[in-house]
């Protein structure tokens, strides 16, 4: 016997479904309407949030790290010594070694000598005769102590010094002279200062010792006599008779025991030629020149013409 085994129709609530769309099309028209909400959602999201916020079909990211970047900061490298440079140690110098050094560079380099005599400034008669000055200090320093001081050992200790003051005084003398120095007065106050030092040089027992100071006294008279000559050759030599120069000058001549005679005379001969006279025969003439005035005007004679002739 046959049986026939047919399947059984679909229920009324399964005929409804059967009509729609296959699983395909259902999941595509969700994902359409997924994505609208998305785009109205988004919409309403300030630009921060918008960017903040990923997109659910964004790949994943990878939970690998990133390779950190290479440090471009230079290690700080520990400390190292090093020269000073030029100017700090122009600061360490003093004016001793700073000679010293620039003598030895313009004595390996004689054009940079050259260029530092002609942009140095001029020496001042102050500036000289203080370095006289200190000469002397050095001599007065070096003598022995006890003992004479005018004895040949005492010479024997300090000549060294000595000579070297004479040295000095006979390098700063030209300079002061006409006609590197055009100002007489500037020659004639170096010339009162450093006649000063050589009075203060002291004298020995020995007499062959006492040359070097007559022979100072010389040299200075000599330069004494240049520049009165010099000077009264500009404007007249009024300027000489200005200053107390022949006071001072008679008084360097008392010193030297009549040395400085030379400049004396040329001085004497300078003021004679002028027609003039020194300050002291000036104050000594004056009460009898008031007396006879006074003579004059007490009998009447003062401002009459002077007759000249027999008649």
Not at 103 to 117: A, D, K, L, N, Q
Not at 216 to 232: F, G, P, Q, T
């Amino acid at each position: 016997m046959n049986s026939v085994i047919s399947t059984p129709p679909p229920l009324p609530h399964q005929l409804h479904s059967t009509r729609l769309s296959p699983t395909r099309s259902m999941s595509f028209h969700s994902n359409i309407t997924q994505n609208r909400k998305r785009k109205a959602e988004d919409d309403d999201l300030r630009p921060e949030d918008r960017m903040s916020a990923s997109p659910s079909g964004s790949p994943a990211i990878s939970s690998q790290p990133l390779p950190l970047q290479r440090s471009i900061k230079r290690a700080r490298s520990g400390p190292a010594g090093r020269p000073l440079a030029f100017s700090r140690l122009l600061e360490t110098l003093d004016a001793d070694s700073l000679r010293s050094v620039l003598r030895t560079i313009c004595e390996h380099h004689p054009s940079i000598g050259s260029e530092v005599v002609n942009t140095a400034p001029r020496p001042s008669v102050s500036a000289a005769l203080d370095v006289l000055k200190n000469y002397e200090s050095t001599l007065q320093g070096s003598f022995p102590f006890g003992g004479s001081s005018t004895s040949d050992y005492a010479y024997n200790r300090v000549r060294q010094p000595l000579m070297a003051l004479l040295d000095a005084l006979n390098d700063f003398t030209p300079h002061f002279l006409p006609p590197n120095e055009p100002q007489a007065t500037q020659s004639l106050s170096f010339l009162d200062g450093a006649t000063n030092i050589i009075h203060r040089l002291p004298n020995w027992d020995n007499f062959q010792n006492n040359l070097h100071k007559q022979d100072a006294y010389e040299e200075i008279s000599k330069a004494w006599a240049l520049v009165l000559r010099e000077a009264a050759k500009r404007a007249g030599g009024i300027q000489l008779q200005y200053g107390g120069w022949d006071q001072k000058l008679s008084k360097h001549n008392q010193q030297s025991q009549g040395r400085m005679q030379e400049a004396v005379n040329e001085l004497s001969g300078i003021l004679g030629w002028m027609g003039g006279q020194n300050q002291g025969q000036q104050q000594n003439s004056r009460p009898s020149d008031l007396i006879a005035i006074r003579q004059e005007l007490l009998s009447g004679t003062y401002g009459a013409p002077v007759r000249v002739g027999p008649w």
